[in-house]
Nanobody
Framework: QVQLVESGGGLVQAGGSLRLSCAAS????????MAWFRQAPGKEREWVAAISWSVHSTYYADSVKGRFTISRDNTKATVYLQMNSLKPEDTSVYYC????????????????????WGQGTQVTVSS
């Protein structure tokens, strides 16, 4: 199983930016689709963005499309989430996740599609 550690969260004013990082260890990351999820207080965890193992495909939830960018550097075994134009409703704990199976194709938005999770990093956007 891969171990994932998120970093980069913090407090930012509305309209600001943050860049989250997710460092992986334990097995090669390059074969796995990676994703970011988030969970706000009192709400269910929701999918935010995903990037295919081939890096050719990225996917975004409608709520973040045009503002967030997911990317990965397989040489560093790290996945990133660049978040711009942040809104108070983006306030959540953000989790990095690795797909349960390698070499998968297509959009994967369900929590059950992912077998490894980080501990989460808090993002707070003030109005």
């Amino acid at each position: 199983q891969v171990q994932l550690v998120e970093s980069g969260g913090g407090l930012v004013q509305a309209g600001g930016s943050l860049r989250l990082s997710c460092a992986a260890s334990g097995r090669p990351l390059s074969s796995y689709t990676m994703a970011w999820f988030r969970q706000a207080p009192g709400k269910e965890r929701e999918w935010v963005a995903a990037i295919s193992w081939s890096v050719h495909s990225t996917y975004y939830a409608d709520s973040v499309k045009g503002r967030f960018t997911i990317s990965r550097d397989n040489t560093k075994a790290t996945v990133y989430l660049q978040m711009n134009s942040l809104k108070p409703e983006d306030t959540s704990v953000y989790y990095c996740a690795a797909a349960r199976n390698p070499w998968t194709t297509g959009l994967q938005t369900e929590q059950t599609d992912y077998g490894s999770w980080g501990q989460g990093t808090q993002v707070t956007v003030s109005s």
